[in-house]
């Protein structure tokens, strides 16, 4: 097995991670599916408001192809199908039975399957929407065959669901839904040190390559590992998948049903006891934080994801497709804080020596949402290099897709990046550019132009 | 107490309020007494809580120890030309009333244009005049009247910064322009033997010189062929005539520790350009004409002397106009050390180097980095040609 050592990143310290317990969750009165948790299609809607689904019955599919499938969470009668402006599909949502039923698949042979039988298994049980495909980071055309596919087995981002938990009594359907997963490319996993003695290992498929990755943040993020291992080019595809929707095809081939639970982290600093949750995707958040959440005489914020990359969520917002935790931080727009350019701030956490962070050891901090700073030209130089950990010149890459140049962006190994990957810089960014939205908007543009 | 106040007079500020005009400068204010409460819509949740008004802030902390250094300096130099004794406080305070105008006209001229361009473009005040205001004072002679730095700090501000874009954006350093415009504009109130001493006497403090009085900096001196007067230790000290800020090593030094600390100066710049400056002033020391003096100062006298310390400390390592990539820091630096030097030795006509090296670089740069940017480039691309 390989081991590569990475020293750029940092560890984002925040108080309130989640300890591993894991806790129950009734079922809620309402759950919905969102398109807008799956980058780059455009919905067509399957279903009409009053129909009876079933786990797996599919609910939209990708205009373009019209093969990529997203399918029921739970079983039930659709709600209502909710639009927004210019009828753009925002959610369908989903009245839960009290009993669930779920779709058969046949996957009879999984463990011998063709590459194009497991393709259309996958595509049919509305798996496949999970993958992600690098470039663009977005949801993969069927019809272009991956040069591999990736899948890191942990996160490093602050207050992420440990994947060590999670998959403790799922180490099987890990195993299947990698060797299913290598019947059509080439897998690649990331493990992190701590992962080399746990069940998850050894993987004894022959088309399944296992590498160790030691490093800060954001080295549990694919796109790190895959500018190591094998970085793309223009023109190749690969696919990723996060760890815990490796555990949906794990399922699905051992059981011939599709199964979206899963273990999600409740944590930040404004959690009573942050713990582990069982719950199914689509979840409405209010329900899932209903008495977990501290009473505040400040605002809260809740975020569908981690603090880095997850999502600013509303109150009325449910589980997003791909989250694996959900966190609630301070707000901060009601704090009022005297000269910030002068005062020591001890509370605060920077990675600039001229705040004391340095000295203050490992102490998990507390941080709101707060900007903290004006929006200004890129100033400082190198700052983003020094916690990035890929071959890539990102001043110039941001600059370059600021400026539209979409020739230098190619240039500068855009398709080998996802916003995700510019989370750390962004947190650290001295000018509060907002990179991955920046990011995001480039790829999109892109992925136009070359369509 | 203080957010109340803000709360009170912001409605005179807002759209359709009597003050709106000055609503830049109102939001200049209010972020500089609190931090903006402004909350993130998308991306990052949390963020560092550096911003660009505490690098600044730093910046200008770091250069307080040579400014109050310079400011003693220009006491000591004027009592002991009129060859008077006097007390530490007497030379500091008359080199407090020397410099403080200076001080104020740059940072009320700089702030002033920043605040209109802020308002007619509707951004935040960008604070990197800060330093800038500051660093003016700091690297001209003592004599330079207030006027004239005044045109310089309107000239530097507008067409060395706002023109290209505000920070951030500017090719060149704005003091550095600033100090270059008084050199060409004014040659003979930046150089020769006759600013370099306050020769006035201000509220009692200091004594007032004879006309014509003179006193060359140690470099001058050796541009016009006469060996150096100053000792090793007042040129560590500080103690020789010198632009108002530039002259004490340890003060410098101090300001130096401050910034590579904070990693807002980058140790590559300021370490290649004094291994640039020594490496040159060594080979001039063994191989340059021997009726040259300058050539052979020696390597310590060259890097202590005039403006390099504070070049190298300061001005080189502006993240703005230095170079971005970290190894093309490497060839900047080294290149500003050695031009430096260079200019010194080989072009009588300017006794100092480190100005003109500098903005040299500053224009060469973006070359060191498309250098370095393309040879990233280049890879990609023959990594794409193997497979």
Redesign the interface.
Known sequence: MDIYKIKKGLN?R?AGEAAPQLRDVKQAAEYALRPGDFCGITPKVLVKEGESVLVGTPLFVDKATEKVKFVAPVSGIVKSVERGERRKLLSIRIQPDSAQVSKSFDVTGYKTMEANTMKSLLLESGVFGFFRQRPYDVVPSPDVAPKSIFISAFSTM?LAADFNFVVQGQEEDFKEGVAALSRIAKVHVGVSPHQLNTNILPMNTSNVEVACFDGPNPVGNVGVQINRVD?I????VVWTLGAEEVLFVGRLMRTGKVDFTRKIAIAGSEVIEPRYAQVTIGHPLSELLEGEVKETNYNL?W?NGN??????AGKGDFLGAHVTEV?V?P????????????MP?FH????????FSWLLGKKNYR????????????????EY?RVFPM???V??LIKAIITGDIDRQE???IYEVAPEDF?VA???????L????IVREGLDILRKENS | M??KFFDTIRPHFQPGGKLQSFHSVFDGLE?????????????????????????M??VVIALIPALLMGMYNIGFQNYKSAGVEATFFEMFFYGLIVTLPKIIVSYGVGLGIEFVVAQWKKE?I?E?FLVSGILIPMIVPVGTPLWMIGVAVAFAVIFAKEIY?????NIFNPALVARAFLFFAWPTKMSGDSVWVSTESWFGLGRQLADGYTAATPLGQAANGQLIEASMTDMVTGLIPGSIGETSVIAIAIGAAVLL????A?WKIMLSVFAGGALVAALFDAFGAAENVSAHLGVCQHLFLGGFTFGAVFMATD??T?????KG?FVYGFLIGALAITIRVLNPGYPEGMMLAILFMNMFAPLIDYCY?QS??N???K??KQ?
């Open positions: 984002v925040l602050p970085p080019n223009k023109g190749e914020r975020i603090p880095l990359v997850g999502e600013k966190t931080l707000e901060g727009d009601d704090v009022h804080e005297l000269f910030g350019w002068i701030r605060e956490y920077s990675t600039s020596r001229s705040y941080l709101d949402c707060r900007v903290k700073g004006g929006r200004r030209h890129m100033i400082m130089s190198a290099e071959d890539i010149y001043s110039y240039a500068l190994g989370a962004e947190f650290i960014c001295s000018s509060k907002e990179l991955q939205r | 203080i957010k972020t500089f007494a609190l931090v903006p409460n402004t909350t993130s819509k998308t991306g990052v949740s949390i963020h560092d809580a550096i911003d660009s008004k505490r690098i802030s730093f935040e960008q990197g874009g505000g920070t951030g954006m600390w904070t990693r807002i980058s993240p703005v230095s170079a971005r990539t970290e820091k940017v990233n480039i890879k990609r691309a990594r794409m497979e």
